[in-house]
């Protein structure tokens, strides 16, 4: 056992080194599927970072009327909770209102003073709704609808937000099923192109296999010496691609959290370091072997 295995990692490695400049035309190829695969797990990252920011941003307020007691809100508010569709439900006082409202606008001195000038708080309480799907802001606007709400409500916000809530939603959506298709197109365009690249290494010893099988090799032996090759072509691609990725990753990064703060890939790529190789090891070798396996069948059926 141990010698048919030597043999088979002998004859693999003599492929790899003899192949020259078919090998490098394979482990480019493979570098560049591993390319791909570790740009569609950031692009997922990012992806789910950006989504989950946009819905972040999606809430309905709910401004009760002056006179309206803060035990009957804590009321409602508990009500909103006990929904399905309910995420979370913030309360704002008039001094909490007043208080940000003054933090906002401090360096405008024309507002400070006004404020100033007043007796009464002209602000009004609310209640800030986060539902968990950008989905059901319409169902959580409709229960606020109910009479015994409606009547103490002075202005709920999603009426006049209703177009930009469900641009977003549709935003959220169409970067979700984007985020799919680009995943599936570009992994079956990697392992194709790697598969065919394989498969020609293969074709071009063509002859070396009938050789073998004329003298009575198995299929096994046959085998293993370019399953072998295609998994020192996926661990190397592994290698050169990974340690590539980290300067690209250090350019795009910057830019990326420029138009989007909520994602940072450096931070990701540094905190899941070990993972992320992991991964793209496993990917490259599996693709190798996987390719080097189904490539070589058609010689051993005829």
């Not at 141990?2 to 004859?11: A, D, E, G, Q």
């Not at 905190?271 to 189904?294: K, M």
Request: net charge neutral; proline share 2%.
């Amino acid at each position: 056992m141990m010698v048919t295995l030597s043999r088979i990692i002998k004859y693999g490695w003599q492929g790899f080194l003899r192949n020259g400049w078919l090998s490098v035309s394979t482990i480019s190829i493979m570098i560049l599927a591993a390319f791909v695969f570790g740009g569609l797990i950031l692009f997922n990252i990012a992806g789910q970072n950006t989504v989950q920011s946009i819905q972040e941003k999606i809430d309905i307020s709910v401004y009760f009327k002056s006179n309206i007691s803060e035990d009957t809100i804590l009321s409602i508010k508990k009500s909103l909770e006990g929904l399905s569709e309910v995420k979370i439900v913030d309360y704002v006082s008039q001094d909490q209102a007043l208080a940000d409202f003054k933090a906002r606008h401090a360096n405008e001195e024309t507002i400070t003073q006004t404020l100033e000038q007043l007796d009464v708080n002209p602000l009004l309480p609310a209640l800030n709704i986060k539902a968990r799907d950008p989905h059901e802001y319409e169902a959580i606007a409709n229960y606020l609808e109910a009479a015994d709400i409606k009547n103490q409500t002075e202005k709920v916000t999603y009426a006049q937000n209703q177009v930009v809530i469900d641009r977003l939603v549709g935003l959220v959506d169409t970067m979700k099923k984007t985020g799919l298709v680009l995943t599936v197109f570009l992994s079956f365009l990697a392992v194709t192109v790697t598969f065919n690249t394989i498969r020609l290494a293969i074709f071009s010893n063509s002859e070396q296999i009938n050789i073998m099988r004329l003298v009575g090799a198995s299929n096994s032996f046959i085998r293993g010496p370019y399953i072998f090759e295609g998994a020192v072509y996926g661990v190397i691609s592994a290698i050169i691609s990974f340690i590539a990725l980290w300067p690209i990753i250090n350019f795009i990064s910057p830019h990326i959290y420029q138009f989007i703060p909520d994602v940072n890939l450096k931070a990701y790529f540094q905190d899941n370091i070990y993972s992320l190789f992991f991964y793209q090891f496993l990917f490259c070798a599996g693709l190798g072997i996987v390719s080097g396996i189904f490539a070589i069948r058609r010689y051993l059926r005829t």
